[in-house]
C-alpha cells in the first residue's frame, strides 16, 4: 500500500474501525517507509482509544510520532502530534495535550492545520466547556476545508459546530451543522459518524425539551452503534438523562451502571459515567451511592483539569449530602464555589445550584446566608423564560421562594401555578402513560409549595384546588389517539406467545432460563417503542371549585378528597355548594389502618377468623376521622392520595350502608359523570374458564338473556378485544397478575395468553364500565407524586367511567353471590356504587361473603 493509499485509510477509518485496524497491523506498520509505518500505528493507536485501551494506544502514538519524525515529514509529524495531544486530552491529561496541539498548530497548514483544529476544538468544546474557543478553531477549520473535497473532516467539523451552537444557545444553527453533517457522512459511507448524527439530533430534540423524539433518536442511535460494536458513552448518558426527564430514574442508573462495567473506559469516559450515575442515583433516592460516585467523579475531572465537569460533580456531591442529612453551613460553603463557577462558565446546571444554595442557606441562622438566598433566588427567577419548560418551572420555583421569603401568598401561588403550566405542556407532548405519570415528580415541589401556602390563608376551596392541581394529572391528559402501530402490535402477539410457552415450561419443570431472556427482550422492546409515542399537544384542565359543587349538588353527592402535608393527613369535605376542611390526623396511623384492614380482608377470604368490623372502625378513624360526621345518608366520593388508593372503603361503617366510590382525582369524577357508552351492547361477559374462578360468568348469564358470553377457548386476546372495544359493560373473569417491577406490563390470563394493559391501551374505544372479578385486579402503583399505574388506573386515562375490581384475595364461590347481586343491580338502572351496595347488603350475615364484597370496590361512576 502506497502513501495515498495509507492517507485516505486514516482519513476514513472511522467507516470501518475494525477493518482499518486490521490493515494498519498486517500491511502499514511492517512498510519500509517510516511514513507509511508511521500512519498504520497511528490508525491503530486511535482505534484502541477509542476502545478505551488508552495505554496501550499512547504507546502506538508514540511510536508513530517517532517513525514520522524519522520520515523527515514535517506534516506528518505534525498530524500524529495532533492525535496523540487530543488522546491525551481525552484520557485526562489536558495540559500535556493542549501543548502537544499547540506544537501540531505551529507545524501545519491548509487542510492538515484544518484537522488539527477540529481535535482541539473536540477538546476546548467538550472537555473544557470552552465553547468560544471552541467555535473560533471550528470556523478556521471549516475555512481551511472550503473546496478541498476533504468531506470526511468537513463533516466532523460541522458534527462539532452543532454541539458548540447549542452550547452557545443557538439552537437554529445547530439544526442546520447537524444536518448538513448526517447528509456528509451518509455520502462518505461512515457508519459510527452516522450514528453520532442520529445521536445528536436526539440529543437536540431532548434540549428543544422534546422527549419523545429524544428518546427514538437515541434508540436508533444505540442499535446503529450496537451493530458496529461500539458503546458510545455519551448516548449513554444522554439516554440516562432523558430516563430521568421523565421520571424513570430505575431505568437510567441500570443503564449507566451497566456501561461502567461494560467495557475499558477511558479516564474521561469513567470520570461523565460517574456523574451519570451520580444524578440517577440521586432520582432513585440512593443518597449513598450518589454521593461516592459525584466525589470519585469529581476527584477524576479534576486531574484531568475539567473545571465545569467538576462543578458539576460538585453540585451532585453537595445534593446527595444535603439529602443525607449533613449540616448546611460546611455545604452553603461548598455551594458558594459552585455557584461561582456555573455562572463564570454560563453552564446550564447554575438555576439547580441557585436553588440548592439557596436551601442551604435559608437554613444557616446569619444576616449574611439570609442574603444570599434571598439574591440566589433573585437570580434562579430569571430562568422562567428558558426555553424549555423544566427550567421554567425551576425559574418559576424559584420566584416563589422568594414571594413566600416576603410573606406574598399571592404572588407564592401565581408562580407556583405559571411552573406547573409550564411542566402540563411538557408531559403533553408525551404519548407514553408511564412517562407522563414518571414526570410527575418534577413538579412534586411546586405543587406542595402551593398546597402549603393555601391551607395557610385558610380558604378550604382555595385548598380543595391546589390539593388536587397535581393530582393524577397523567390520567387526565388526552391522549392523542387510540391503537398501537403494526409493529408494536406484532411485538405484543410475539410476547403473548413467548408468555404463555414460558408458563408451559414452568408447568412441566421444563428448563426457562431462554424464554425468560427472549420474553424480556420482547418486553423492552415494546416499552421502547411505546416510550417514544408523542402526545396530544394539549394539557390536562385544572379544576374549577364551582362546577365541581354544582355537580355534587344534582348528584346530591359529597366528595372527601384526602390529602397529606408533613406527615398530616386532611380531609376536604366537598358538597352542598360549600368545601370544609378538617384535620384527620397521621398519615403513618392512615397507611398502617389500610394494611390492617387488607389483611384482614384476606384472613376472612380463607375462612379463618377475622374481625372486620375492628378493621372498619380503624380505619374510618385513621382516614376519616370526624369529617363525615352530619352528612347524613348521602353518596359519597372519596378522592385519596396516590399512597391510599388501595382502601376497602365499603369496610367503613359510615360509608358500607350507603353508596360509595373512590376516583384518583375530583377532575377524573367530573369527566366520568359526563360520559357515555360509545356502543349499543349492553353487557360483554368474558371468561376464559381457566383453573379456578370466573363461576359467575354462567351464573349472571343465565340471569341477563341479553348478555353477550365470550368463553372458554374463544376466549381470546383478540377475540376479547374486539368484544370490550366501546361495549357499555364489561365483566372480564380472568386471573390477574400484577407487575410491581413494571406495572403496565401486568395482565389477565386469557385463553391463548395474557391480555397486558399495553393491549388495552390499543382500543379503539374504551369500555365504558369494567367489572374486574380475579383476585387483587384493582391494585394499582403509586408513581411519581400523586400518579398512578395499573390496569384500573390505564382504564381510567383512556376514558373508562367506573371499573369494579378487587383489593385482596377473594374466594371464588363467593365471588359469583357478590357478582350476581351486582349484576342484578345494573340491570336496574344506577351505576357501580350502587351495585356494589346492593352486593355488600346482599353478602351481610356471612363473614366470608362480606369479606369478599368489601374487598371490591369502585373507581369513577
Do not use: K
Amino acid at each position: 500500500m502506497d502513501r495515498d493509499e495509507a492517507e485516505e485509510l486514516l482519513r476514513t477509518l472511522f467507516a470501518d474501525p475494525g477493518a482499518a485496524r486490521a490493515t494498519a497491523e498486517a500491511v502499514l506498520v511492517t512498510d519500509d517507509d517510516p511514513a507509511v509505518s508511521s500512519i498504520g500505528h497511528q490508525i491503530i493507536g486511535i482505534v484502541l482509544r477509542d476502545l478505551g485501551h488508552a495505554d496501550v494506544a499512547l504507546h502506538e502514538l508514540r511510536t508513530a510520532l517517532r517513525l514520522a519524525r524519522r520520515s523527515g515529514d514535517t506534516a506528518r509529524a505534525g498530524d500524529v502530534l495532533a492525535t496523540l495531544g487530543a488522546s491525551l486530552c481525552l484520557g485526562g491529561r489536558t495540559t500535556e495535550g493542549l501543548r502537544l496541539l499547540g506544537e501540531a498548530e505551529a507545524a501545519l497548514h491548509g487542510v492538515p492545520l484544518g484537522r488539527m483544529l477540529v481535535r482541539r476544538a473536540l477538546v476546548l468544546g467538550h472537555l473544557l466547556a470552552r465553547f468560544e474557543d471552541s467555535a473560533s478553531d471550528l470556523r478556521r477549520a471549516r475555512e481551511l476545508f472550503a473546496g478541498s473535497g476533504d468531506h470526511v473532516w468537513e463533516a466532523r467539523a460541522l458534527n462539532l459546530q452543532g454541539l458548540v451552537d447549542v452550547n452557545q444557545g443557538d439552537i437554529e444553527s445547530a439544526e442546520r451543522a447537524f444536518a448538513e453533517y448526517g447528509v456528509l457522512a451518509a455520502e462518505v459511507g461512515d457508519g459510527e459518524a452516522v450514528a453520532v448524527s442520529v445521536h445528536n439530533r436526539g440529543w437536540l430534540a431532548f434540549v428543544r425539551g422534546d422527549l419523545p423524539e429524544a428518546m427514538e433518536r437515541f434508540a436508533d442511535a444505540a442499535a446503529r452503534f450496537e451493530g458496529l460494536g461500539v458503546t458510545n458513552v455519551d448516548l449513554v448518558f444522554d439516554q440516562a438523562s432523558a430516563y430521568l426527564a421523565g421520571g424513570l430514574a430505575e431505568d437510567a442508573v441500570a443503564i449507566v451502571e451497566a456501561a461502567l462495567v461494560a467495557r475499558p473506559l477511558q479516564g474521561r469516559e469513567r470520570a461523565d459515567l460517574l456523574i451519570g450515575v451520580a444524578e440517577a442515583a440521586l432520582a432513585a433516592g440512593d443518597s449513598r451511592r450518589a454521593m461516592s460516585a459525584a466525589d470519585e467523579g469529581a476527584a477524576m475531572l479534576r486531574a484531568q483539569a475539567r473545571p465545569v465537569h467538576r462543578l458539576e460533580a460538585e453540585l451532585l456531591s453537595i445534593t446527595a449530602r444535603d439529602r443525607a442529612g449533613q449540616q448546611p453551613g460546611p455545604l452553603l460553603r461548598r455551594a458558594e464555589r459552585v455557584v461561582a463557577g456555573l455562572r463564570d462558565a454560563r453552564a446550564p446546571q447554575l438555576p439547580h445550584a441557585l436553588l440548592l444554595g439557596a436551601g442551604l442557606a435559608s437554613r444557616v441562622r446569619s444576616a449574611r446566608a439570609a442574603g444570599l438566598a434571598s439574591d440566589w433566588l433573585a437570580e434562579a427567577a430569571s430562568f422562567r423564560q428558558a426555553p424549555t419548560g423544566a427550567v421554567r418551572a425551576l425559574g418559576w420555583f424559584a420566584q416563589a421562594r422568594a414571594r413566600d421569603l416576603l410573606g406574598d401568598s399571592g404572588g407564592v401561588l401565581r408562580a407556583c401555578e405559571l411552573g406547573l403550566r409550564a411542566l402540563d405542556e411538557h408531559r403533553a407532548t408525551l404519548g407514553s402513560q408511564e412517562l407522563r405519570a414518571g414526570s410527575a415528580g418534577h413538579g412534586a415541589a411546586l405543587a406542595e409549595l402551593g398546597t402549603r401556602t393555601a391551607m395557610a390563608s385558610g380558604d378550604a376551596r382555595q385548598l380543595l384546588r391546589w390539593s388536587e392541581r397535581w393530582r393524577a394529572t397523567a390520567l387526565s391528559t388526552p391522549a392523542r389517539s387510540a391503537g398501537h402501530d403494526e409493529e408494536t402490535a406484532a411485538d405484543l402477539t410475539a410476547l403473548r406467545a413467548q408468555r404463555r410457552r414460558l408458563d408451559e415450561a414452568r408447568s412441566e419443570g421444563a428448563p426457562t432460563d431462554a424464554l425468560e431472556a427472549r420474553a424480556t427482550r420482547l418486553e423492552q422492546t415494546v416499552r421502547r417503542r411505546l416510550l417514544q409515542e408523542r402526545g396530544s399537544g394539549e394539557a390536562a384542565a385544572t379544576l374549577d371549585v364551582e362546577p365541581l359543587l354544582a355537580a355534587l349538588t344534582e348528584d346530591d353527592t359529597v366528595l372527601v378528597e384526602l390529602t397529606e402535608l408533613d406527615g398530616v393527613l386532611h380531609a376536604l369535605v366537598a358538597g352542598r355548594g360549600r368545601v370544609r376542611h378538617r384535620v384527620v390526623g397521621d398519615a403513618a396511623a392512615a397507611a398502617a389502618a389500610v394494611d390492617f384492614s387488607l389483611f384482614t380482608l384476606r384472613q376472612a377470604a380463607r375462612g379463618r377468623r377475622a374481625q372486620l368490623e375492628v378493621a372498619g372502625g380503624r380505619l374510618e378513624r385513621a382516614l376519616l376521622g370526624a369529617a363525615l360526621d352530619g352528612l347524613g345518608e348521602q353518596r359519597v366520593v372519596v378522592c385519596a392520595p396516590a399512597a391510599l388508593q388501595g382502601v376497602p372503603w365499603g369496610l367503613l361503617p359510615s360509608l358500607a350502608h350507603g353508596p360509595v366510590t373512590g376516583t384518583p382525582s375530583a377532575r377524573l369524577w367530573l369527566r366520568a359523570r359526563t360520559s357515555a357508552p360509545a356502543d349499543d351492547r349492553r353487557v360483554m361477559l368474558v371468561g376464559p374458564g381457566l383453573g379456578s374462578g370466573g363461576a359467575e360468568v354462567p351464573a349472571v348469564a343465565a340471569e341477563d338473556p341479553r348478555a353477550e358470553v365470550l368463553d372458554g377457548e374463544a376466549a381470546t386476546v383478540s377475540a376479547a378485544l374486539a368484544a370490550l372495544d366501546g361495549v357499555a359493560l364489561a365483566h372480564v373473569a380472568a386471573h390477574g397478575h400484577f407487575r410491581e417491577d413494571s406495572p403496565l406490563f401486568s395482565s389477565l390470563t386469557l385463553a391463548d395468553g395474557p391480555l397486558l394493559v399495553h393491549d388495552l391501551q390499543g382500543l379503539g374505544r374504551p369500555p365504558h364500565r369494567v367489572v374486574l372479578s380475579a383476585c387483587e385486579s384493582g391494585v394499582m402503583q403509586p408513581v411519581g407524586d400523586q400518579e398512578l399505574l395499573g390496569l384500573a388506573a390505564a382504564l381510567l386515562s383512556m376514558g373508562t367511567a367506573g371499573v369494579v375490581s378487587s383489593l385482596a384475595e377473594v374466594d371464588d364461590a363467593a365471588t359469583v353471590d357478590v357478582m350476581v347481586a351486582l349484576h342484578a343491580r345494573l340491570r336496574q338502572g344506577g351505576g357501580l356504587g350502587d351495585a356494589m351496595l346492593a352486593a355488600r347488603e346482599a353478602a351481610a350475615g356471612d363473614s366470608v361473603l362480606a369479606a369478599t364484597a368489601a374487598s371490591f370496590t369502585v373507581l369513577g361512576i
